[in-house]
């Protein structure tokens, strides 16, 4: 199996494949002997740092607040899904034929979580500065108009810098549930201050589950 990621040619194939495959065709032994999630974790912690690192870079005179929703701007399911199809991943995802039947290739979440991993992969593949070459050329370079926009309403964001300035903390996330098929996986997720519940939120991504959650802890509000 061959992916043209310009200007990237893996070394080790063996990593792109395992960011593209689907736990669900692991018990059809198609694609890698593993899937993409451990890949996405990486890969999300590298994309952070590139992204963060580049607005701050660029805008010298933004705020904290501001540079954390530029971020969330950039990073959302919808913009790395989108950043997906321009690469054409939806083509090349190893799926089940169940999931493939029920459209798995063109779930937004599914996408994100895989543009993620093929992060985490070059990362592995090439390294930090190869990742970031791939990060700007395929996603803050398509994207800058989101930089000059407030499309998205981010509530991590604000929750954070609420309990930033309040607490001097930062809102801690848990997954407490995941239910439902593959292709229509629902996640429970809550957010704490100290170790106290502060809001629950589902969604049918862990982006969206931790938005509802923050937007919870902002409506309560007055008792934090």
Not at 25 to 51: M, P, T, W
Not at 129 to 158: G, N
Request: aromatic share 6%; glycine share 8%; proline share 3%.
């Amino acid at each position: 199996m061959t992916l043209a990621l310009p200007p990237l040619k893996f070394k080790r194939q063996g990593l792109l494949i395992q960011a593209l495959t689907h736990r669900s065709s692991l018990n059809e032994k198609i694609g890698a002997a593993s899937s993409y999630e451990r890949l996405e974790f990486l890969g999300d912690a590298v994309l952070e740092l590139i992204v963060s690192a580049y607005l701050f870079t660029a805008h010298p005179g933004l705020s904290e607040g501001k540079l954390t929703r530029f971020r969330a701007n950039l990073v959302q399911t919808k913009t790395l899904a989108a950043a997906a199809l321009s690469l054409h991943l939806d083509s090349y995802l190893i799926l089940s034929r169940g999931e493939k039947r029920s459209g798995g290739h063109k779930n937004p979440s599914l996408l994100a979580d895989c543009f993620e991993a093929v992060i985490g992969a070059i990362y592995l593949d090439q390294g930090l500065e190869a990742a970031k070459a791939f990060i700007v050329e395929h996603l803050i370079k398509p994207h800058q108009k989101l930089l000059a926009t407030a499309q998205v309403t981010d509530h991590k964001s604000l929750l954070q810098e609420k309990w930033q300035k309040s607490h001097q903390l930062t809102p801690h996330y848990r997954i407490v549930n995941t239910f439902g098929p593959d292709h229509n996986k629902q996640f429970t997720i809550r957010v704490y201050l100290k170790g106290e519940l502060q809001g629950e939120g589902k969604g049918k991504s862990k982006q969206a589950a931790q938005q509802q959650a923050a937007k919870a802890a902002l409506e309560k509000g007055s008792s934090i």
